[in-house]
């Protein structure tokens, strides 16, 4: 398993942890295509239903962020019933990330939940994870008795 593979499965089983039957919608540019299908590939190997966009297939993208593209329909139709998005972009554009960024607070006022900027995420505790928490190293040799 490559690095890439390795970086894909940490986001979709770990990370997100993407389940059977789920909707997963991903975003991206030609540059970064490559890793796109590796999350593609990683999500519908544990089940899930994949919608892969180019942005380059919607029309040219400006390089000096004037006159950007409308958010395209089809990717606003796939992400009102998707339960997870993974966007990948090169950035060489300006202002793309200001657009994706205004999307992201339309549909989250649109479902009313706005308050969610405003939530600060405190310290996750890990001891409840997988892993068991932080690492601990025993030494034998510096062991009380």
Known sequence: M??????????????VK???GERVVITTDHQTERLADAIKAEAEQVGATVQKFIMED???RPEDG????????????????????YRMASEQYPGASAKWAQYATDRLKALGR??????IAGPRDWSKTHSGGPRK?????????
Request: aromatic content about 8%; hydrophobic content about 40%; proline content about 7%.
């Open 2 to 15: 490559n690095v890439i593979q390795f970086g894909a499965r940490q986001a979709v089983c770990n990370c």
């Open 18 to 20: 993407v389940k059977a």
């Open 58 to 60: 919607f029309g040219p």
């Open 66 to 85: 004037k006159n950007p593209l409308p958010f395209p329909k089809q990717i606003d139709d796939a992400l009102k019933t998707a339960q997870w998005h």
């Open 114 to 119: 706005l308050d969610v900027l405003n939530e």
């Open 137 to 145: 190293l025993s030494r034998e040799d510096v062991a009380l008795e």
